[in-house]
């Protein structure tokens, strides 16, 4: 599966922006997808999962109640509505896809995903 992420920019602390992520290839709702963020210095960072369906989410600690992470699985896409933006959000956002087991746990794990996007910058001014 080819994935292209697209909606970063520069926006100002407070503000809101919205991540998506187009699939090709395969058939999106075979995979799992994820979102990983990487700042400048720093290693990359799980953000947020979402099952196959969308039924099920997860989200790391400090992104949880600013972040939604969602997808369309009839436009084959995912999404991440970041809201209350800070400047520590600044970062190259991935998306990432990999195979699930309909009974399977959501990965936190970089390693695991299998298909990855080119990223796209998110800057927050302070």
């Known amino acids: 599966v080819q994935l292209q992420a697209s909606g970063g920019g520069l926006v100002q602390a407070g503000d809101s922006l919205r991540l998506s992520c187009a699939a090709s290839?395969?058939?999106?709702?075979?995979?799992?997808m994820g979102w990983f963020r990487q700042a400048p210095g720093k290693e990359r960072e799980f953000v947020a999962a979402i099952s196959r369906g969308g039924g099920t989410t997860e989200y790391a600690d400090s992104m949880k109640g600013r972040f939604t992470i969602s997808r369309d699985n009839y436009r084959n896409t995912a999404y991440l509505q970041m809201t209350a933006l800070k400047p520590e959000d600044t970062a190259v956002y991935y998306c990432?896809?990999?195979?699930?087991?309909?009974?399977?746990?959501?990965?936190?794990?970089?390693?695991?995903?299998?298909?990855w996007g080119q990223g796209t910058l998110v800057t927050v001014s302070s």
């Open positions: 290839g395969r058939t999106f709702s075979m995979y799992a």
């Open positions: 990432a896809a990999r195979s699930q087991i309909m009974t399977a746990p959501l990965e936190r794990n970089d390693e695991t995903y299998s298909y």
